[in-house]
């Protein structure tokens, strides 16, 4: 999938594993601003549903793309408020 | 037939109890009332909130309540954590770096318990779990700490409890929560919408 979003800030939690990746997510967005996206790259693989989970139930904040590439998993999400 | 039906009834008021009809004012004073009742109702339904009793002191023991806590911060939870008993040592500054874990008692344990029994041996299961923490980049119990601290995570100590062990206030994580017992437990698990006895 193509990114067509500008990034405005890149996480990087590669090799850290639960609970880190979504708490660390949870810090840097609270230091955007509405609108902005955050990529967030990380190797561990609950990731994915850990981190589309925090999405969905949480205000503010919407999962735009997630991407698995080779070892590295790719989430997009933008702060809506 | 009916015998209650007061004659000077004068049509606009059935039953015609003897209660006056509230006037105008007291009905728009109610209202408001109201009104101001159900905003703070749904201020406090804004905030979800997540009560943990940790009450168990071994390394394996002491990472569910501290990974749920920082997560559910993040899910933008007010989380509260008592900590009694073993679970007091979670935030003992000094002892929250030596947990143990114990190589009895746990049937997945890659030694047999009458081996795991013997002196020492606690420490060696307790290594080995030390490295793969290490290994596997999971964080320590002090960084959730911190990182749980950071994120707004009330940490608290039960008094009973410290006095038991004889800890000392000093003794815990800046930020830790002293002074309460099992009522301030009881009236978080009320108002929580998760509540975990861990």
Known sequence: ????????????????????????????????????????????????????????????????DQVEGDEVYKHYVRKTE | MSTDTPDSTTGDAPGGDAEEAPSRAELAARVEELESQLSEVAADEGTKKMSIVATKGTLDMAYPPLILASTAAAFGYEVTVFHTFWGLDILHEERSKNLKLSSVGNPNMPVPNVVGALPGMDRVTTSMMEKRIDDNDTATIEELIETSLDMGVEFQACQMTIELMDYDEDDFYDGVTTGVGAATAIQDMADADIQLLV
């Open chain 1, 1 to 64: 999938m193509s990114v067509e979003f500008d990034i405005a800030e890149t996480l990087d939690v590669k090799g850290a594993s639960c609970p880190m990746p979504v708490v660390k997510t949870k810090s840097a967005i609270d230091d955007l601003s509405e609108g902005e996206v955050l990529e967030v790259l990380a190797t561990d693989p609950g990731s994915m549903s850990d981190l589309d989970g925090w999405a969905t139930g949480t205000d503010g904040v919407e999962m735009l």
